[in-house]
């Protein structure tokens, strides 16, 4: 999907086109993985989670096994964490990944790609747990703009939004209903 | 186990010099913080980069072994480098004061200072003299923080909560800067706590604690979801503060015997070293009820929480 330049409050995604995307997602996982190869699905927290969540049951159903998922908490790995400017107080949080993760495709989600600056973190974590044999990275909003060299291997909607603005995923576990709006 | 915090909370603190001047929040936002620093500890590669390229210098003018290890250990982990500092093996032997000695490592360009050292307030002193962040690691018979902090963690692991849990302290709670903290971090969570000893071993100011005091032992053990036991210092007794050793094990001491009248899952703590068939028997420490080892285990992720934000709140300094 190509929604071309947004420049105000909009919902982008309602309840409906997410669950589309997600199932674009998973068909364009399940058709570049092999039978014999072990995959998993790690999020980046917190939206990141729950969408990881959703996608290793839907691939779980469409390979007939089971895809485990796992939650990376990426705090530590932030390239912002001795910069004065940055306004937020990172909050650590666990990092959780019930398997092993050598010798698999990991497919890392996050819900919004922008800088890639997460991304870069979220590889630099993951490396520390063992050496797998792909990262691959599935998005649910591209919104463009990239400050890194990094591009997501699967993306459900790309949607170019200026750095004035703010992409906003919502999801029923966290947020009462799923949406994506764009402030 | 953590709950919604207040999303305009902020670690402001870029010290940790004592739990006394702590509220909830921030005694649970560090426990909540040493949390996300457990798992590192059980990865291949059990280092992260939070303070890379960071000095902290361990400075001990009193001997230690848990401590100091877990801090270097907690700084390593989070990709500092660490300079070794002992009473024994630097000039304070040739007589070189606390704040020339905490000037010259800062001058080397140290970020952090953690301190041990036998004068209570000493770890305020430099932290009103120098730059680097200053973290509190036993003072006199004031405060040992982070030994506190990793106790509550500890009990929370055990039993999700803090609120309405008995605790007792037991022994020489006068010379105890771990009692010192404990009383601080435990009474804010929630707990009741019972200081337990003979007259001769209580603070002289009990009473205007929040806690409640007891010379007996046997009279409230039955009643105690935790038991912390103390052990007795003897490098810091003045004259005789009882009888004799046997006769302090007869009543306060941790006995097999004595763990009967107890709860059956009481948790039984000590912030070590252990004197063992003094404070506490050996059966009893190595028992089913100890923690004393996760306690030492849960060091390592609580002080690095406590490294990670006192670092975190000098930055935004700037």
């Known amino acids: 999907m190509w929604f071309g330049a947004i420049d105000r409050m909009k919902v982008i995604l309602d309840a409906k086109q997410i669950e589309a995307a997600l199932s674009d997602l998973t068909d364009s996982i399940a058709q570049q993985v092999s039978a014999n190869v072990d995959i998993a699905v790690i999020g980046i927290r917190s939206r990141g989670e729950i969408l990881a969540k959703r996608l290793s049951q839907r691939l779980s159903d469409k390979l007939g096994k089971t895809v485990p998922y796992g939650t990376l908490d990426i705090t530590l790995y932030r390239d912002d964490l001795n910069d004065p400017q940055s306004d937020a107080q990172p909050t650590v949080r666990s990092t959780e990944l019930p398997f ?73 576990d966290t947020d009462d209903k799923d949406q994506v709006i764009v402030k | 186990m953590a709950k919604k915090r207040d999303k305009k909370f902020r670690w402001q603190r870029k010290h940790l010099l004592g739990l006394r001047e702590l509220d909830r929040e921030e005694i649970e936002f560090i426990l909540d913080t040493a949390k996300g620093f457990e798992q590192i500890g059980a990865r291949s590669i059990k280092k992260a980069p939070p303070l890379r390229g960071k000095v902290v210098a361990n400075m001990f003018f009193e001997d230690s072994t848990r401590t100091r290890n877990s801090f270097a250990l907690a700084a390593g982990r989070l990709s500092a480098d660490v300079i070794e500092f002992t009473k024994k093996s630097s000039s304070v032997s040739k007589g070189e004061t606390l704040l020339d000695t905490a000037r010259n490592l800062e001058a080397m360009g140290v970020d952090i200072v953690v301190v041990r050292h036998g004068a209570g307030g000493a770890p305020k002193f430099l932290s009103r003299n120098i730059n680097a962040c200053v973290v509190n690691a036993g003072d006199g018979f004031n405060e040992h923080p982070t030994q506190a902090l990793l106790d509550v963690y500890t009990i929370r692991q055990m039993r999700g909560s803090l609120d309405g849990l008995k605790i007792g302290i037991v022994g020489d709670i006068a010379h105890s ?40 032992l046997d009279d409230v053990i039955e009643q105690l979801d935790v038991i912390n036991m103390l052990r007795i210092q003897f490098e810091r007794m003045g004259k005789n503060p009882f009888p004799s050793v046997r006769e302090y094990s ?69």
């Not at chain 1, 909003?141 to 060299?149: A, H, M």
């Not at chain 2, 209580?202 to 010379?215: D, E, G, T």
């Not at chain 2, 059966?283 to 923690?291: H, I």
Request: aromatic share 4%; glycine share 8%; net charge neutral.
């Open chain 2, 177 to 216: 800067r771990v009692a010192g903290s404990g009383i601080w971090a435990m009474t804010k969570l929630g707990a009741e706590v019972t200081l337990i000893g003979p007259p001769t071993l209580m603070p002289a100011q009990a009473h205007r604690l929040p806690v409640k005091i007891s010379y007996n």
């Open chain 1, 100 to 172: 092993d993760i050598n010798e698999k495709i990991i497919i890392l989600v996050d819900d919004v790609l922008y800088t890639g600056r997460s991304t870069r973190a979220a590889m630099d974590a993951l490396v520390d747990f063992g050496r797998p044999k792909a990262i691959r990275l599935a998005v649910l909003v591209d919104r463009g703009r990239r400050e890194l060299p990094i591009q997501a291997d699967y993306i459900g909607c790309k949607v170019d939004i200026g750095p004035g603005q703010s992409v906003e995923v919502n999801l029923v």
């Open chain 2, 250 to 318: 007869h009543f306060f001491g941790l006995t097999v015997e004595r763990m009967k009248s107890a709860k059956p899952d009481i948790i039984v703590m000590h912030p070590g070293p252990i004197n063992r068939g003094l404070e506490l028997e050996s059966e009893v420490a190595d028992g089913p009820n100890s923690v004393i080892l996760q306690q030492v285990a849960n060091g390592l992720p609580v002080r690095m929480a406590v490294l990670f934000l006192v670092n975190q709140a000098a930055v935004l300094e700037h």
